[in-house]
């Protein structure tokens, strides 16, 4: 509406993929997906520091993903 095009490009979510490698987890919140992967956010809720903890969490989730089956992934 601002004039911009919509975004159609591919998507990453870390939500979706840690859903996959950790299926009884208690939460999704980064806060505590990052706690649980020994990654320090220091300022949550701050842009910065959510994007930067988001892009570490990202790269050690498809390090884990690609260890997986594929058929597992597909679901």
């Known amino acids: 509406e601002a004039g ?4 159609y490009g591919p998507v ?7 859903r996959i490698l ?3 987890a208690d939460s999704y919140k980064l806060s505590d997906l990052a ?5 320090n ?4 809720h701050q842009a910065d520091s959510d994007a930067y903890v988001t ?10 993903l690609k260890n997986l089956p594929h058929t597992t992934i597909e679901r």
């Open 4 to 7: 911009y095009n919509g975004f």
């Open 12 to 18: 990453l979510d870390t939500v979706e993929m840690a």
């Open 22 to 24: 950790f299926p009884t």
């Open 35 to 39: 706690l649980r992967e020994g990654l």
């Open 41 to 44: 956010h220091e300022r949550p």
């Open 55 to 64: 892009a570490e969490l990202l790269l050690i989730l498809l390090n884990k």
